[in-house]
């Protein structure tokens, strides 16, 4: 237990974290409030508090666990053992609709970057043909102009991504798995 200025006795963050099944390294770990492949969230032992570059979320002992179980400051601090209370419910659910949370976050991200590089090639294309309009067969022509037409649905997918709503992101990665068996990346490299 730490003594800080308020005078209430926090649990260490480092051992709250730990115990949390995050797993630090140097300070470091991967954060718990956001999806990263790097570990940005940084854990100050000294200060007690915690700072994640990638999302922003910072805080001491008490706004950890308030933030990873969705708890009241009330609750947190019986929790945690600073305040004797009615033991606290963890509900799971909040536990599972974050992980779906941060699953789907993960897809977009996933699928938004595959539509980028797509995206690239496409325009690639573009300005190659642009540059040479008399090299295209008439076949080829043709198959431009569906490219073309790719082009402008990817982009218009990219858009969606970053402005839609909700069910408009949930309804482009149903339809992802269907779209655009490969023919882009054989056709543009
Ligand atoms: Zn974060």
Redesign the pocket.
């Known amino acids: 237990m730490k003594r800080n200025t308020m005078g209430i006795n926090k649990p260490d963050i480092i051992q709250t974290i730990e115990k949390a099944g995050i797993e630090i390294k140097r300070g470091k770990a991967l ?1 718990p ?2 999806t ?1 492949q790097t570990p ?2 940084m854990v100050n032992q000294k200060k007690q508090t915690f700072h ?1 570059y ?4 910072h805080g001491d002992t008490i706004h950890f666990i308030m933030k990873l179980h969705g708890l009241s400051f009330k609750d947190a601090l019986v929790y945690l053992g600073i305040k004797s209370g009615q033991p606290v419910k963890i509900d799971p659910a909040i536990a599972r609709q974050k992980k779906i949370q941060r699953d789907f976050e993960t897809a977009i991200n996933n699928f938004y970057e595959k539509l980028c590089q797509q995206s690239r090639k496409l325009h690639k294309v573009r300005i190659q043909v642009k540059d040479n309009p008399g090299e295209l067969t008439e076949q080829g022509a043709a198959y431009f102009a569906g490219l073309m037409g790719d082009l402008a649905e990817i982009d218009f997918k990219l858009d969606t991504l970053l402005t839609g709503s909700f069910e408009d992101k949930v309804f482009l990665l149903r339809g992802e798995k269907y779209a655009y068996r490969g023919e882009i990346k054989s056709a543009a490299t």
């Open positions: 954060c409030f956001h990263e940005s969230f994640c990638g999302c922003g979320e």
